[in-house]
């Protein structure tokens, strides 16, 4: 395996409270890759939970920076440094409120909106130009943002869980054998209850 060609970063918080929150769905689809690709996440580097391995024959680094959502980005760019990787070798994964629930957005760049470790990521970087996949959590009924993306997930959310982890491991691997642009084609989706709507 030579040197590492791609960092994916998911977004999360330590704790085993937090564990199975939506705000943790970066967490989860980064364990989904690791298990898809016989990575052990246990190297502990620039504040994060690190596993190196490799997608068919990429090498790549997979990540879980442990310093709290807020402040995941002074982690993701010593990463970057420590593997002497260029922005565009950057795929972070984090859930967005602003998307409703099984919903999933490629996107090459963008502003971070409200999501607080995009904001610190964005902030440390410099830059928006690094590819992002969107993961919805809206459950589409009013809610209290903070206590919702903290809260254990409830049943009805937990029973779609699986598959869109799934589904979410193989858009990252897409993006990294095939590029944005055909990821894009192949795994932007609405919510399966919005496909009618637009």
Same mark, same amino acid.
């Given at each position: 395996?030579?040197?590492v060609?791609?960092?994916v970063?998911?977004?999360?918080?330590?704790?085993?409270?937090y564990?199975?929150?939506?705000?943790n769905?970066g967490?989860?689809?980064?364990?989904?890759?690791?298990?898809?690709?016989?990575?052990?996440? +246990?190297?502990k580097?620039?504040? $994060?939970?690190?596993?190196?391995? #490799?997608?068919?024959?990429?090498?790549?680094?997979?990540?879980?920076?442990?310093?709290?959502?807020n402040? +995941?980005?002074? #982690?993701?760019?010593?990463? =970057?440094?420590?593997?002497?990787?260029?922005?565009?070798r950057?795929?972070?994964v984090?859930?967005?409120l602003?998307l409703?629930?099984?919903?999933?957005?490629v996107?090459?760049d963008?502003?971070? $909106?409200?999501?607080n470790?995009?904001? #610190?990521?964005v902030?440390?970087?410099?830059?928006?130009?690094?590819?992002?996949?969107? =993961?919805?959590?809206?459950?589409?009924?009013?809610?209290q943002?903070?206590?919702?993306?903290?809260?254990?997930?409830?049943?009805?959310?937990?029973?779609?869980?699986?598959?869109?982890?799934?589904?979410?491991?193989?858009a990252?691997? +897409?993006?990294?054998?095939e590029?944005?642009e055909?990821?894009?084609?192949?795994?932007?989706?609405?919510?399966?209850?919005l496909?009618?709507?637009?």
């Amino acid at each position: 395996m030579g040197d590492v060609q791609y960092l994916v970063v998911g977004l999360g918080n330590p704790g085993e409270e937090y564990a199975n929150s939506p705000h943790n769905l970066g967490f989860l689809v980064v364990d989904r890759l690791a298990e898809r690709n016989s990575i052990r996440i +246990s190297r502990k580097e620039n504040m $994060a939970l690190v596993g190196l391995g #490799s997608f068919g024959n990429i090498p790549l680094a997979l990540a879980q920076p442990q310093t709290f959502m807020n402040l +995941s980005g002074p #982690s993701v760019k010593g990463l =970057l440094e420590r593997y002497g990787l260029g922005i565009d070798r950057l795929i972070v994964v984090h859930d967005e409120l602003d998307l409703p629930w099984q919903s999933l957005r490629v996107k090459p760049d963008g502003s971070p $909106a409200g999501h607080n470790g995009m904001k #610190s990521i964005v902030a440390s970087l410099g830059t928006t130009q690094f590819v992002r996949v969107r =993961l919805g959590i809206h459950p589409g009924h009013p809610i209290q943002g903070a206590q919702f993306v903290l809260a254990p997930f409830k049943r009805a959310l937990r029973e779609e869980l699986e598959s869109i982890v799934g589904f979410s491991a193989a858009a990252v691997e +897409s993006i990294i054998a095939e590029g944005v642009e055909k990821s894009m084609t192949k795994f932007n989706r609405r919510a399966p209850s919005l496909k009618e709507e637009e």
